[in-house]
T-cell receptor
Framework: NAGVTQTPKFQVLKTGQSMTLQCAQDMNHEYMSWYRQDPGMGLRLIHYSVGAGITDQGEVPNGYNVSRSTTEDFPLRLLSAAPSQTSVYFC?????????????FGEGSRLTVL | TQLLEQSPQFLSIQEGENLTVYCNSSSVFSSLQWYRQEPGEGPVLLVTVVTGGEVKKLKRLTFQFGDARKDSSLHITAAQPGDTGLYLCAGAPQGGSEKLVFGKGTKLTVNP
């Protein structure tokens, strides 16, 4: 059972570089989301999607783009990396868009921006 | 913005002790979830509580949702080293928003 798969697990970038964090789920979940986790800050929602072709902003969307062309994939793009984007990023999916559903998380992608 | 305050932020205890972790808010939530996260992994759902006053038990873990649906607690009996991890509460705001609100977490260490 693959569940939610994130790549890469680790990445080091220089300020100004761009990159894409990949997220794929094989559970046919409609809802997918991206969080960042920083010490003392908990999990903060970046972007989310309630289905293919639909995306919306979360709490901290600036500096990030997303798209949802298929049900399975929800990539997160960093347009011009900044040291403030150093964090651990988690992709999560849920069977429905209702916020009472269980979130299934990937193992995380640790990003360092120098 | 609806906030969930978790306390304590850190907790270090000896194996066999009991502990309680709290999750409080001034806002009402339609449901509340508890997750556990181990180092290097993503959070995993432990339980969802949806009714005010509800109590759920999962082996040595007891979860309670406050009568007013503004707070929740997690009680662990006879803690074991395998309980070590970050415990996160997450609330679903009333009104049907898709966005769960997460607390900042309680980092629990159970020493053998």
């Amino acid at each position: 059972n693959a569940g939610v798969t994130q790549t890469p697990k680790f990445q080091v970038l220089k300020t100004g570089q761009s990159m894409t964090l990949q997220c794929a789920q094989d559970m046919n979940h409609e809802y997918m989301s991206w969080y960042r986790q920083d010490p003392g800050m908990g999990l903060r929602l970046i972007h989310y999607s309630v289905g293919a072709g639909i995306t919306d902003q979360g709490e901290v969307p600036n500096g990030y783009n997303v798209s949802r062309s298929t049900t399975e994939d929800f990539p997160l793009r960093l347009l011009s990396a900044a040291p403030s984007q150093t964090s651990v990023y988690f992709c999560a999916s849920s069977e429905t868009g209702r916020n009472t559903g269980e979130l299934f998380f990937g193992e995380g992608s640790r990003l360092t921006v120098l | 913005t609806q906030l969930l305050e978790q306390s304590p932020q850190f907790l270090s205890i000896q194996e066999g002790e009991n502990l309680t972790v709290y999750c409080n808010s001034s806002s009402v939530f339609s449901s509340l979830q508890w997750y556990r996260q181990e180092p290097g992994e993503g959070p995993v759902l432990l339980v969802t509580v949806v009714t005010g006053g509800e109590v759920k038990k999962l082996k040595r873990l007891t979860f309670q949702f406050g009568d007013a649906r503004k707070d929740s607690s997690l009680h662990i009996t006879a803690a074991q080293p395998g309980d070590t991890g970050l415990y996160l509460c997450a609330g679903a705001p009333q009104g049907g928003s898709e966005k769960l609100v997460f607390g900042k977490g309680t980092k629990l260490t159970v020493n053998p």
